[in-house]
């Protein structure tokens, strides 16, 4: 046999083999085209239909009406709210139904002709920096371009000399730290490392090397076993989430307005998820290898990139968004900064201490109940 017949068949041969291994295919194929995807859709600074609050002190003055209108015109923003007084704006802000107050003054159109001009405020949720920068960016330009419009000629009632200011206020983050938006995702993403990825690379390995499977015909219950061997990774978990706390408030100054037991409850609820996600991974694989690249590609990536960690949630795809709804560190992220930055009770976020214990509760016995059927010892 020559050399090209040889070779010809060692690449035929590898051929029949990749074709054969479907899981090779996906990784070659499937994966690469579905991250693509994920982060073209998912990878955006463009920020539409950002829900705002309108205080208009003017009572329906004209230039008023026109700011308003003028701002929902390029579909950027969409009046949620319209508030009565100032009070009111930050009750807005604590329910999360609003990103930007925009505050109108009394006498707004007749300031506008006056030396100085009139001042219109923008206020900013800052507890996600990029988010309220993106946001303040666009209306403070959309008033600029009123301006401009008022400036020239033929505006009859609003004629050339109007002037229209800005005054910006950002609300949770006056410093403007970074800190704030990285830190609870942080504690997101050390979470799905050391609850989820290792307990899930954990017991793929005992399975296996077969230890499991002995350990699971000793007289302990294998259910035993498996709490037994999670609750480690519960423990380390909690420290390092405090630890990541701590670091935050005494190096970044991160506040915590809200309660600590709320945010211990959070971060519990939280682990748990993550370790039932873990068990259900090292379940339905046979290697820790396999387990790895699940936790990462299944588990990692979605709290980086479906979690508003980074990229704003309302911006994605309707699609993407009731994904992110299954995401455990979405809940997580809008839970802790509610709770640490603006110090709401812990009754008013009973949602996503609702949806994380409802998560935890099935994610850990359907995780458990699936690991504990697929070691069951053969009689």
Same mark, same amino acid.
């Given at each position: 046999?020559?050399?090209?017949?040889?070779?010809?068949?060692?690449?035929?041969?590898?051929?029949?083999?990749?074709?054969?291994?479907?899981?090779?295919?996906?990784?070659?194929?499937?994966?690469?085209?579905?991250?693509?995807?994920?982060?073209?859709?998912?990878?955006?600074?463009?920020?539409?239909?950002?829900?705002?609050?309108?205080?208009?002190?003017?009572?329906?003055?004209?230039?008023?009406?026109?700011?308003?209108?003028?701002?929902?015109?390029?579909?950027?923003?969409?009046?949620?709210?319209?508030?009565?007084?100032?009070?009111?704006?930050?009750?807005?802000?604590?329910?999360?139904?609003?990103?930007?107050?925009?505050?109108?003054?009394?006498?707004?159109?007749?300031?506008?002709?006056?030396?100085?001009?009139?001042?219109?405020?923008?206020?900013?949720?800052?507890?996600?920096?990029?988010?309220?920068?993106?946001?303040?960016?666009?209306?403070?330009?959309?008033?600029?371009?009123?301006?401009?419009?008022?400036?020239?000629?033929?505006?009859?009632?609003?004629?050339?000399?109007?002037?229209?200011?800005?005054?910006?206020?950002?609300?949770?983050?006056?410093?403007?730290?970074?800190?704030?938006?990285?830190?609870?995702?942080?504690?997101?993403?050390?979470?799905?490392?050391?609850?989820?990825?290792?307990?899930?690379?954990?017991?793929?390995?005992?399975?296996?090397?077969?230890?499991?499977?002995?350990?699971?015909?000793?007289?302990?219950?294998?259910?035993?076993?498996?709490?037994?061997?999670?609750?480690?990774?519960?423990?380390?978990?909690?420290?390092?989430?405090?630890?990541?706390?701590?670091?935050?408030?005494?190096?970044?100054?991160?506040?915590?307005?809200?309660?600590? &037991?709320?945010?211990?409850?959070?971060?519990?609820?939280?682990?748990?998820?993550?370790?039932?996600?873990?068990?259900?991974?090292?379940?339905?694989?046979?290697?820790?290898?396999?387990?790895?690249?699940?936790?990462?590609?299944?588990?990692?990536?979605?709290?980086?990139?479906?979690?508003?960690?980074?990229?704003?949630?309302?911006?994605?795809?309707?699609?993407?968004? &009731?994904?992110?709804?299954?995401?455990?560190?979405?809940?997580?992220?809008?839970?802790?900064?509610?709770?640490?930055?603006?110090?709401?009770?812990?009754?008013?976020?009973?949602?996503?201490?609702?949806?994380?214990?409802?998560?935890?509760?099935?994610?850990?016995?359907?995780?458990?109940?699936?690991?504990?059927?697929?070691?069951?010892?053969?009689?």
């Amino acid at each position: 046999m020559t050399i090209r017949s040889r070779f010809l068949s060692i690449v035929g041969k590898e051929w029949r083999h990749i074709l054969r291994e479907r899981r090779t295919l996906s990784m070659l194929f499937v994966i690469p085209l579905a991250l693509v995807l994920l982060f073209g859709y998912v990878i955006s600074t463009d920020v539409d239909h950002t829900p705002v609050a309108v205080l208009d002190g003017s009572q329906g003055d004209p230039l008023a009406r026109r700011l308003v209108q003028k701002l929902t015109a390029a579909d950027r923003f969409r009046v949620e709210r319209t508030l009565r007084s100032e009070a009111e704006i930050d009750a807005a802000f604590r329910t999360g139904t609003i990103r930007l107050a925009v505050v109108i003054p009394p006498h707004f159109g007749s300031d506008a002709r006056r030396p100085g001009g009139a001042q219109v405020q923008l206020i900013a949720d800052a507890s996600d920096l990029n988010l309220a920068t993106t946001v303040l960016s666009y209306a403070t330009g959309i008033i600029a371009e009123l301006d401009a419009e008022l400036n020239d000629d033929g505006q009859g009632d609003l004629r050339q000399g109007a002037t229209l200011r800005t005054d910006v206020r950002m609300m949770y983050n006056p410093e403007l730290k970074s800190a704030y938006m990285f830190v609870p995702g942080v504690i997101a993403m050390i979470v799905m490392i050391v609850a989820a990825l290792m307990t899930s690379v954990t017991l793929a390995r005992e399975k296996e090397t077969g230890t499991l499977r002995l350990l699971t015909i000793s007289p302990l219950k294998a259910r035993t076993i498996v709490l037994g061997k999670v609750v480690p990774y519960f423990v380390l978990t909690a420290i390092s989430t405090a630890s990541i706390m701590l670091l935050g408030t005494a190096v970044f100054g991160i506040p915590c307005h809200g309660s600590l &037991w709320g945010v211990a409850l959070l971060c519990s609820l939280f682990i748990l998820s993550a370790i039932g996600l873990g068990i259900l991974i090292s379940a339905m694989v046979r290697t820790q290898q396999a387990a790895l690249t699940a936790a990462l590609l299944g588990l990692f990536m979605p709290t980086m990139l479906l979690s508003g960690f980074i990229f704003p949630i309302a911006n994605m795809p309707v699609v993407l968004q &009731w994904l992110c709804q299954a995401v455990p560190a979405t809940w997580f992220i809008a839970g802790i900064k509610n709770l640490m930055f603006k110090g709401v009770p812990v009754a008013e976020i009973w949602l996503p201490i609702a949806i994380l214990g409802a998560l935890a509760t099935v994610l850990f016995a359907a995780a458990l109940a699936l690991f504990l059927r697929c070691e069951k010892p053969t009689r």
